[in-house]
């Protein structure tokens, strides 16, 4: 299992990103796919789920009407659309599958919202 994050960057607050996430090494098809994000000195928190057909998503409610998680099954790929950013958004942002009971992740992009 292979998972590589990319599109992070300095953004002023109220701009927007889009992170995505390169799978491979498993069928990603089958599995709901996960964004985590990690701010200095914090623990790492739950920020957006997909399920594996992409009909079901879940946000953190302090992310909620501003990010939106998709997926391109045929693309590997899975994204992370943040718009309205905000100071309290600076994280290393990290994709995530759970395989068989066991946490994959990838290696994160930093995203940071400064002025």
């Known amino acids: 299992v292979q998972l590589v994050e990319s599109g992070g960057g300095l953004v002023q607050p109220g701009g927007s990103l889009r992170l995505s996430c390169v799978a491979s090494?498993?069928?990603?098809?089958?599995?709901?796919m996960n964004w985590y994000r990690q701010a200095p000195g914090k623990e790492r928190e739950f920020v957006a789920r997909i399920s594996n057909g992409g009909g079901i998503t879940n946000y953190a409610d302090s992310v909620k009407g501003r990010f939106t998680i998709s997926r391109d099954n045929a693309k590997y790929l899975v994204y992370l659309q943040m718009n309205s950013l905000k100071p309290e958004d600076t994280a290393v942002y990290y994709c995530?599958?759970?395989?068989?009971?066991?946490?994959?992740w990838g290696q994160g992009t930093q995203v940071t919202v400064s002025s």
């Open positions: 995530n599958v759970r395989k068989q009971s066991v946490d994959y």
């Open positions: 090494g498993f069928t990603i098809s089958t599995y709901y």
